[in-house]
């Protein structure tokens, strides 16, 4: 950073001897505009890779898979777990470190990645947790998963993150510390997970692990 700006200052005091057409070009791009991937994949496998997966795709059912997740999301939980407003301990201690680009840098690398599928396992509780995911539980007032996070588990881009695939142990006890109030970050979900009981929030959690 020092060294681009002696660089830009060096350019910039250089220019008035340029020739008129030198004088034309583009003043260089604001430094935030592009995440630095090369350095999002280096911090990410130095630090993250051992919880998350080589590429995102975590193999451990309690840690998220974050590949193909939208980087707005991942920079959003990052920022939240430094300020303390999504409260976890592990992860606010890896996310102090952070800065606000290197977030950038490296949600942008993991949304980068392939997200790998999963699987259902339970055939029972499996068409209840698709009768919720797509068409919510009317008479309780529990929206549709689907109008959110969309029909396949996609999600809408820098809205509603991504669901497809994800470990159904993760998503459980996310949508447990919705429901009881450990994790206050997001209005939307704790309406939602509030009046979701245990053998729903274990079905719909079964339910997306497998949807893509
Ligand atoms: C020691 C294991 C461990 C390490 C190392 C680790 N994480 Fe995590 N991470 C977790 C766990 C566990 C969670 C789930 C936290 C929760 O339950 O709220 C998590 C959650 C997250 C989430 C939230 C994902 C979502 O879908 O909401 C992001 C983003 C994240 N980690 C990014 C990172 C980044 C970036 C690094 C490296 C700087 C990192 N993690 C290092 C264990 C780890
Ligand atoms: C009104 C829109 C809306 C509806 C309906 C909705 N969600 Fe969400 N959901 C969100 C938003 C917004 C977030 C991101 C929260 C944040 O920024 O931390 C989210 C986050 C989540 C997360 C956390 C993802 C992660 O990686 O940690 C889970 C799990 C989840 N939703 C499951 C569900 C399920 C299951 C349903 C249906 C029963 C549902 N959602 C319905 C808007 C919605």
């Not at 990410?44 to 840690?63: E, K, Q």
């Not at 999504?86 to 392939?114: C, H, P, Q, V, Y």
């Not at 497809?164 to 459980?172: K, T």
Request: hydrophobic share 40%.
């Amino acid at each position: 950073m020092k060294l681009l700006v002696s660089l830009l200052t060096a350019v910039a005091l250089a220019a008035p001897l340029m020739s008129a057409s030198a004088n034309e070009e583009k003043a260089p791009a604001p430094v935030a505009a592009k995440p630095d991937l090369v350095k999002g994949e280096a911090s990410f496998t130095a630090v993250c890779a051992a919880c998350h997966g080589a590429d995102g795709n975590s193999g451990i059912p309690a840690n998220p898979k974050l590949a193909q997740q939208h980087p707005e999301y991942l920079v959003k939980q990052l920022q939240e777990f430094k300020s303390g407003k999504r409260n976890n301990a592990i992860m606010k201690g890896f996310a102090t470190t952070l800065s606000d680009e290197d977030m950038r840098n490296i949600a942008f690398w993991t949304a980068s990645k392939k997200a790998k599928p999963g699987f259902a396992k339970d055939k029972e509780l499996v068409a209840l947790g698709e009768r919720i995911y797509r068409g919510g539980i009317a008479d309780r007032q529990i929206a549709a998963c689907a109008g959110c996070h969309s029909p396949n588990g996609a999600g809408i881009p820098a809205q509603y993150p991504r669901l497809g695939g994800q470990h159904a142990d993760y998503v459980a006890a996310q949508l447990t510390t919705f429901r009881d109030g450990g994790r206050k970050n997001s209005p939307q979900m704790t309406q939602v997970a509030a009046k979701l009981n245990d053998r729903e929030i274990k079905a719909v959690a079964d339910y997306i692990a497998g949807l893509h």
